[in-house]
């Protein structure tokens, strides 16, 4: 049961990916039912003809995402259960909310910044001045098709991309394709803004409680709404993250017919894990996710420039409800950020404020212990 791959395969995906994406998938298909053991890290780089700090690597990401947990002295086991959901309640500790949870993260190089900004001038001229589609500049599009691509295992067209002035304007945009007879489910407690922006727009919000891994299956599985908003990575304020387990319950839930989830992806780009968090979009077999996400964090928050992917079912009722809307960010951010994508630049930064966190946590972690 050797790990095999093409050429282009091996030069693309790390062996410690592939083994990731093999045991997950073993996982999910019950071949390892919760509460089971898996084999111990030497055995099973000896299956699998790989090292045992590939074993290691692998395991660490199932443990990251909630799949597996490592028990000292035993080994690592299952934790991950696909029928989890729709239960009763059970008791259940509250989680303790870290009120107005926030990260400190390193600011983007001015240094980098201006000196694009002023590439940018020069090359483009007045052409800056021209507008660019409702959708947003096609270069700027590609270069975030791209990089979801490479970071996000997000593969769309261009026209699945929408740009505009921050999240909250394209939570208005989200209600004008769906329509205010649809009612709306948001974590409880979320960003405020999210259901400012709904009720505004004139449609119905249910509050669905946040357990310790992500909204309560019981409030979930009673809800009457039809569209899902979610911030599955790290929900504002609590900070809680879901679970591989709740992920997978939220997309059993927007199974059913006429049903949407909208993710919302914030600060995503920071995870500490040495692969990318699985969004419920990769996840999705049904083209039923809306993916959110700015780059109010990752560059600068007087940057008012956030970006959805619609699913393609969606794509033509966008162009026909709100073909008519002009995009809302100037031409020269679109380029700017599109240029730092394309050069490398804006990957680098969010590599340095990754690698930064993963030594602070450490730092941490052996201060702790001592």
Sequence with gaps: MQIRESHVEKRIMPLYIQLYDRLKNNIVDGNYPFGSRLPSRKTMADEMNVSVITVKHAYE?????????????SGYYVIF?????????VNMALPQYRQNYERTISSFPFSVLSKTMRRIMNDYGEAL???????GSVKFRDAIRKYLA????????VDQIIVGSGAEYLYSLVVGIFGQDCCFAIESPSYKKIEQ??????VRCELLPLGTDGIESEALSETSASILHISPYRSFPSGITAS?????????WA?????????????SEFSISSKPEETMFSLSICDNVIYMNTFSRSISSSLRVGYMVIPKRL????????GFYSCTVPTFEQLLIAELINCGDFERHINRVRRKLRRELSKNGSETKT
């Design 61 to 73: 990401l199932l443990c990251d995402e909630g799949y597996l947990e490592s028990r000292e002295r």
């Design 244 to 252: 591989a387990s709740k992920k997978h319950e939220y997309i059993r």
């Design 255 to 267: 199974s059913k017919t006429g049903r949407f989830i909208i993710e919302d992806d914030f600060e």
């Design 150 to 157: 490479r970071n996000r295992n997000i593969h769309v067209d």
């Design 315 to 322: 794509v033509e009722r966008f162009d026909v409800r709100l």
């Design 81 to 89: 259960r696909k029928e989890d959901g729709f239960a009763k309640s």
């Design 129 to 135: 001045l021209e507008k660019t589609s409702h959708k």
């Design 197 to 202: 922006v709904y009720r505004m727009s004139g």
